[in-house]
């Protein structure tokens, strides 16, 4: 009697099995090291002394008070002015809506890393731009604000982070019924007092929801944390990974990977608040069956007040940032603005930039990774999303929550996670690109998964099912019928991964080496060398390059029916 096992069975098994080894074995192999006595790759012993050492002093403590805190007021600080924002332009006759619309989204196309360094340039003590003009112009005696303090990481973050709570609160008001607003109307009450009284209660599920997503961003972020924590010596979670990983000697692999369980725990507690708040939302839908439109506000003459106080907002927390960012990188040094500078604007960083062998290594390798990593991410995620959607078979949920797993492993978890997985198993991808490519792959898969996951959802079963019937083997059903009709949601998954491979600097800093090198970390590096103008000459190039990225998504998206909102 012959056991035959169909191709599609055979593909499933190996999709759990490749998933679990880019997800789970990594988060096993951190609680692994956290049970050694020696660093990965080397003979060691079993021990509790990391635990010990950890759980022995007060600085723990201080490390998961300084990350709450820091989450929870950058968050708040996002979620406030992105749903002051969307607010404006969903439901307000606030005149320009679409030049707010623009510049909320302008942030997207700005790395975290770049954006900390602007406001370093903005608001240091010594040399910020804004503390000079405070000085200089207006009389104080000492400068008003300073970067480097648990406000100015809040502040620093918040500000970069104002564009995710601003298109989800967007969607909510732009779904909400109308009625509701009418009956406050007719029963006389004004435009502040219904937002307050209807639209604020209306929303409070939606607004938990984000904030909970904006504070477990907030956990994982390392950006802001190095720029300005470190040199501030205010620690959180991911500072202190990457600090014992890179400054400490030899490196700290064990008493890291210690910190890594705990801060992976908080993650894993916001997301799981989270995924409960999601599901909680939909008791209180606000969105009926009657088609409708909702209404915009009238606000008389205080719309020119909406106007004044969003371009206010959006010209201090997006517009001064670039700013800043473009005009150093036309001086030969960093100082505040005078009439010599202004005779000394060159192009000389760029032509520095340009001509240096590092940089064109790192666009390489960050297009090679880049490209490749999103490809392979979007694929694995289209093949998931398909069984998960369309198929019955017995763990297809399991296969769905272990690739939505890295949504909650902070970035440097996941570069300290492959450190030990490579280091340890007998695969030579250490120090080279190959490790990036997979890094990007685990902790990006649930991006993609989503988009396509949305996109399978609206393909009705009967398209296949007629494929099958005409004797079309699955192969070619899925990737004649279904990838053409998911390709714009796979094109959205696609892009975003890639927009992310040139924007994030949590895994790059941990398992980037000469040679190997992507754009944030030369960013980086320049930074943590004084650089400045060069810093903001490739960080300037930088934000050109991911404009053209945006905009050839954008085009994409009309070409194949994406349609905006």
Not at 326 to 351: E, G, K, Q
């Amino acid at each position: 009697m012959s056991l035959t096992v169909s191709p599609r069975k055979l593909l499933f098994v190996s999709l759990i099995a490749l998933v679990g080894y880019l997800t789970l074995l990594p988060l096993f192999m951190v609680v692994f090291g956290t049970l050694r006595d020696a660093a990965p790759g080397t003979t060691a012993s079993f021990t509790l002394s990391n635990y010990a050492r950890a759980f022995g002093g007060v600085e723990i403590l201080w490390l998961l008070a300084n990350t709450v805190v820091f989450a929870v007021g950058a968050s708040l600080l996002s979620l406030t002015i992105g749903t002051w924002l969307a607010w404006v332009t969903e439901r307000t006759d606030t005149p320009l809506r679409r030049v707010i619309y623009f510049l909320v989204l302008a942030p997207f196309i700005v790395p975290g890393v770049l954006t900390a360094i602007s406001w370093v340039m903005l608001l240091s003590p010594k040399v910020g731009l804004i503390n000079w003009l405070a000085v200089n112009l207006l009389g104080f005696s000492e400068p008003p604000f300073n970067i480097y303090s648990m406000e100015g990481m809040i502040w620093a973050f918040g500000a970069d982070n104002i564009t995710l709570p601003f298109l989800l609160m967007a969607a909510a008001f732009r779904s909400m019924d109308p009625s509701l607003e009418e009956a406050a109307y007719a029963s006389g009450m004004t435009p502040i007092r219904t937002f307050w009284h209807v639209n604020f209660k209306l929303m409070l599920p939606s607004i938990m929801a984000v904030s909970l997503l904006l504070f477990v961003r907030g956990l994982e972020t390392f950006e802001a944390p190095a720029v300005i924590g470190i040199p501030a010596e205010i620690k959180v979670f991911s500072s202190q990974i990457y600090l014992a990983l890179s400054v400490t000697y030899p490196p700290e692999y064990n008493l890291a990977s210690t910190y890594a369980v705990v801060y992976l725990l908080v993650a894993v507690l916001g997301i799981v608040f989270y995924l409960r708040a999601t599901s909680v939302t939909g008791k209180f839908t606000t969105i009926t069956g009657r088609g409708f439109r909702p209404r915009k506000h009238s606000l008389g003459r205080w719309r020119y007040l909406t106007l004044g106080l969003s371009l206010i907002v959006l010209l201090i927390l997006v517009v001064l940032p670039i700013a800043i960012v473009f005009w150093v990188s036309l001086l030969p040094f960093y100082a505040p603005p005078s009439r010599y500078l202004l005779s000394l604007m060159t192009v000389d960083n760029y032509r520095a930039i340009i001509q240096v062998g590092s940089f064109h290594r790192a666009l390489v390798n960050n297009l090679v990774v880049g490209i490749s990593s999103a490809t392979i991410a979007v694929l694995l995620a289209a093949t998931i999303a398909w069984f998960v959607v369309r198929t019955k078979f017995w763990g297809r949920r399991l296969l769905d929550v272990v690739a939505f797993t890295p949504i909650a492993i902070p970035g440097v978890v996941m570069g300290l996670a492959l450190i030990w997985v490579y280091l340890t198993l007998p695969i030579p991808v250490y120090g080279t690109l190959w490790i990036l490519g997979i890094a990007y792959v685990s902790k990006f898969i649930p991006i993609a998964l989503r988009a396509c996951h949305s996109a399978i959802l609206q393909i009705h079963p009967e398209l296949e099912e007629a494929a099958e019937l005409s004797d079309r083997s699955w192969r070619r059903t899925f990737f004649r019928i279904v990838i053409p009709l998911i390709l714009p949601g796979v094109l959205v998954g696609w892009f975003y991964v890639l927009t992310l491979t040139f924007k994030v600097l949590s895994l790059p800093i941990l398992l980037s080496h000469v040679g190997t090198e992507v754009l944030p970390m030369v960013i980086y590096d320049l930074y943590s060398s004084g650089r400045f103008p060069e810093v903001c000459a490739l960080g300037t190039i930088l934000i050109g390059l991911l404009t053209i990225l945006a905009g050839v998504s954008r085009m994409a998206a009309g070409r194949f029916g994406v349609q905006e909102g």
